[in-house]
């Protein structure tokens, strides 16, 4: 098995490419060891000393270090951590996992406009996002604010205020005028 690996704008995240699915729909998020006890790959990345963060796509999995912690301490654990997962035939998610669009739940008026917002995240900024090995999902809807949570490398990422204001902002305010500002939301 070869897994390549590939850096992100976020200098405390790497993306790993096993060659193989990794989730067969949506993400997964474990922003912490106690998060990823559904998931028997996420728990054993975890027990790589420095690893904070591990985050799945379809085709990737992102993990973040420790800012005291060196790329070349830790990356051959974490290679060796999902090599040993894959060897071993474990599902990368227990049984009971739902798997989600990730975005939240909007019920009331301002529903066409969400339908929007939700359309536009999942064709033009998910797939772009993702090839940095993050996530953007929809968080809420409040008198022309909206409000993403940035999950993956784009937690925590420094380029991520930009990407939001001048990538993420312009582009729904273009398509969708009832929209005035974009917020991240830390959950």
């Excluded at 992100?8 to 067969?24: C, D, H, I, S, Y």
């Excluded at 922003?31 to 963060?53: H, M, N």
């Excluded at 939700?118 to 409040?142: E, M, N, S, Y």
Aim: a negative charge; glycine letters at 10%.
């Amino acid at each position: 098995m070869f897994i390549q690996t590939e850096s992100t704008p976020n200098p405390a995240t790497l993306k790993f490419l096993p060659g193989q699915t990794v989730l067969e729909v949506g993400t997964a998020d474990f922003p912490s060891a106690e998060t990823s006890a559904k998931s028997p790959l996420a728990s054993r990345i975890f027990a790589v000393e420095g690893v904070t963060g591990v985050f799945f796509g379809i085709d990737f999995v992102t993990v973040t270090k420790a800012d005291a912690v060196e790329w070349d301490h830790v990356k051959p654990a974490i290679l060796g951590a999902i090599m040993e997962h894959y060897q071993s035939g474990e599902p990368v998610m227990d049984e009971g996992h739902q798997a989600s669009s990730g975005h939240a739940e909007h019920t009331g008026e301002d529903g066409e406009i969400v339908g929007q917002i939700k359309t536009l995240l999942d064709t033009r900024v998910r797939p772009a996002v993702a090839q940095d090995g993050g996530d953007i999902t929809f968080h809420g809807f409040d008198r022309g604010v909206v409000y993403l949570h940035m999950q993956g490398a784009c937690a925590g990422c420094p380029s991520s205020t930009l990407t939001l204001k001048m990538g993420i902002e312009n582009l729904l305010r273009h398509y969708i005028p009832e929209v005035v500002e974009v917020r991240p939301v830390n959950t």
